[in-house]
């Protein structure tokens, strides 16, 4: 049964991922344009790693995140 669950909660934020990339890229953006020290880390993280800032990128991820949840649901649906 905690196949099914773990499945729905991969599922549901990379279908929002696979539909709408640009919001999260748009987020990535408002982050890195407030330049704020608290989030020092994650600053670095988004000038380190540019893919983080491509709705191309993000789509195709929300598209692999979403076949892996869906598999673990139908994993746990179809056992014996």
Same mark, same amino acid.
């Given at each position: $049964?905690? $196949? +099914?669950? &773990?499945?729905? #909660?991969?599922t +549901?934020? %990379?279908? $929002? $991922? +696979? +539909?709408?990339? =640009? =919001?999260?890229? /748009?987020?990535?953006?408002k982050?890195? !344009? @407030?330049?704020?020290?608290? &989030?020092?880390?994650? /600053? =670095?993280?988004? /000038?380190?790693?540019? &893919? #983080? =800032?491509? !709705?191309? @990128?993000?789509? @195709?991820?929300?598209?692999?995140?979403?076949? %892996?949840?869906?598999?673990? %649901?139908?994993m /746990?649906?179809? @056992?014996?």
């Amino acid at each position: $049964m905690e $196949m +099914l669950f &773990y499945g729905v #909660l991969i599922t +549901l934020p %990379c279908i $929002m $991922m +696979l +539909l709408f990339p =640009r =919001r999260h890229v /748009q987020a990535v953006e408002k982050r890195i !344009a @407030a330049g704020d020290d608290r &989030y020092f880390e994650e /600053q =670095r993280t988004y /000038q380190s790693y540019r &893919y #983080l =800032r491509s !709705a191309k @990128a993000i789509r @195709a991820l929300g598209a692999v995140g979403t076949i %892996c949840g869906v598999g673990f %649901c139908l994993m /746990q649906i179809f @056992a014996k």
